[in-house]
């Protein structure tokens, strides 16, 4: 399921539901070799924990 990555406030990124800076993006998509809006959401979450990046969920308010 390909998602949209809407750039936020302060260099991070939202793929999905979740946040991240743009590095933490990069970095999921060289661990996977797959850009982290085309990971379904538990290959993401599974790269995300294997890189010990944090889980943590864009605000809906920050999606508008």
Do not use: C, F, N, W
Request: net charge negative.
């Amino acid at each position: 399921m390909a998602r949209r990555r809407i750039a936020l406030v302060g260099g991070m990124v939202a793929i999905g539901a979740k946040k991240m800076s743009g590095a933490q993006a990069k970095q999921i998509e060289e661990h996977t070799g797959i850009p982290p809006e085309e990971l379904e959401d538990d290959d993401l979450s599974e790269a995300m924990q294997e890189l010990g990046i944090p889980d943590v969920e864009a605000d809906p308010s920050e999606l508008s």
